[in-house]
């Protein structure tokens, strides 16, 4: 496993930017496929979009696609979230997780062996 801790969250205005960082230790990042997931309050923890050990491909869900953008760097061991047109819906906690496959990261996170502690956004409207 590898150990996650996500930055760059904070207070933004509807309309607004963030970038999330999420930085892993180990030597085998790249072994790992990267998910993004976000929890709001009173709901279900949300997948949010993920990325393959290489980078070469990304999901998002509907509501995100075309606003938010995930990426990675490998030899910075570092996964991005960058979120534009935010919107208060957006507001969660957004936690990264990682898992060598890409498959249990979209679709059964529940199995997902790695995840960061989370970091807050929160959009106003």
């Known amino acids: 496993q590898v150990q996650l801790v996500e930055s760059g969250g904070g207070l933004v205005q509807a309309g607004g930017s963030l970038r999330l960082s999420c930085a892993a230790s180990?030597?085998?990042?790249?072994?790992?496929?990267m998910g993004w997931f976000r929890q709001a309050p009173g709901k279900e923890r949300e997948f949010v979009g993920a990325?393959?050990?290489?980078?070469?491909?990304?999901y998002y869900i509907d509501s995100v696609k075309g606003r938010f953008t995930i990426s990675r760097d490998n030899a910075k061991n570092t996964v991005y979230l960058q979120m534009s047109s935010l919107k208060p819906e957006d507001t969660a906690v957004y936690y990264c997780?990682?898992?060598?496959?890409?498959?249990?990261?979209?679709?059964?996170?529940?199995?997902?062996?790695?995840w960061g502690q989370g970091t807050q956004v929160t959009v106003s409207s």
């Open positions: 990325i393959s050990r290489s980078g070469s491909n990304t």
């Open positions: 997780a990682g898992d060598p496959s890409i498959v249990i990261v979209t679709t059964k996170p529940d199995l997902v062996g790695s």
């Open positions: 180990g030597r085998t990042f790249s072994s790992y496929a």
